[in-house]
């Protein structure tokens, strides 16, 4: 099968850009963007504890695909300088619009880019944290991102990614045809990644941390209705052994690393 095309990829995300119906509020008021991201870190608590927004307080930030912004937003709030970029345009309209509303545009750059070729679009330099969350798996060649990446960093910089884990609850649900990577559907491109095979893509990185998390629990046709009622057999199960199976069959796969 032909490898979908960036121009594809784009298309695809400008159409429904990332969490944009995290809220039934009018798009782009500040009700709106406020349960966008109250919805985003309830149902993905573990965001703000691998992101670690406070402690980027006063640091340089580069967050390749920020979507429409709900990560950069906090990292900026938290006192960073970032530099967001994204394939997305309809997606960095809200987000640049977003920023203007919270009174943080100061505080970011938007640029529209492509992970695989930043240079094209973002200036040479070295950042404090890189950080790319859900974004290079949908890029045609995700080692050619992560190449891009690399030249934003020195060796006190640090790499925190998100790519999704083959080896999980979610991708099993996937290849039984019960589920779909995205909330929408026909997503172009989602790679997914077991450990030897995340360490390949990051050859060249020193890898300090790696780990699973997050297993989507709520019954769907609810949760679309901001329900939020847990399917029965994890309604059931203590929470202990629920998140003892998120760290083994999480979707997202959580990488720390820096240059070698």
Known sequence: MAQASIQTVQEYWDARPCNIRHSAKPVG???YFDEVE??????EPHIPRFAEFARWSGK???EVGCGIGTDTI????????VTAVDLSGNSLALASSRAQLFGLAERIRFLQADA???AASVPRED???VYSFGVI???PHPGKAVESIRQYMSPQSELRLMIYAANSWKAAMIDAGFDQPEAQSGCPIAHTYAPDEA???????EILDMRQDHIFPYVIEKYVRHEYELQPWFKCMPVEMFRALERRFGWHQLIRARLS
Request: no cysteine; charged share 30%.
């Open 29 to 31: 008021t500040r009700e």
């Open 60 to 62: 340089r930030v580069l």
């Open 199 to 205: 360490r390949e893509l990051l050859a060249g990185l």
């Open 127 to 129: 950042y404090d944290l």
């Open 137 to 139: 798996h949908h890029t």
């Open 38 to 43: 109250k919805r985003k870190y309830f149902v």
């Open 116 to 118: 695989e070729n930043l």
């Open 74 to 81: 906090s990292f900026a709030r938290a006192g960073a300088l």
